[in-house]
Nanobody, 121 residues
Framework: QVQLQESGPGLVKPSQTLSLTCTVTGGSITTSYYHWIWIRQTPGKGLEWMGA??????????YYSPALKNRTSITGDTSNNQITLHLSSVTPEDTAMYYCAREYPGQLWYWGQGTQVTVSS
């Protein structure tokens, strides 16, 4: 069974870069056509799609939310089967639960358990 596990700091100071890693087991991140996504949840905004990476023939392509594109970078580490999210210049508005997930049209999503990130000085 595919499992996803988020890891990273629970507390980040304003203006710093948040880096979160999603470790995938039970499947390869390079499997073609599966989207590996980052999504976050806040009481005010609900679930917010941040971006995704998809591999086709071992070549990865990334996509980002227009609202976050200038601050967001998603990279894949194929040797460790990990997806990493970088969110720069964070503010308290970035405080949220962060999830990684695997999505594909018509199929059940696989989710990590999520990790709480608080941006505070």
């Amino acid at each position: 069974q595919v499992q996803l596990q988020e890891s990273g700091p629970g507390l980040v100071k304003p203006s710093q870069t948040l880096s979160l890693t999603c470790t995938v087991t039970g499947g390869s991140i390079t499997t073609s056509y599966y989207h590996w996504i980052w999504i976050r949840q806040t009481p005010g905004k609900g679930l917010e799609w941040m971006g995704a990476i998809v591999y086709i023939n071992y070549a990865g392509s990334t996509y980002y939310s227009p609202a976050l594109k200038n601050r967001t970078s998603i990279t894949g580490d194929t040797s460790n089967n990990q997806i990493t999210l970088h969110l720069s210049s964070v503010t308290p508005e970035d405080t949220a639960m962060y999830y990684c997930a695997r999505e594909y049209p018509g199929q059940l999503w696989y989710w990590g358990q999520g990790t709480q990130v608080t941006v505070s000085s």
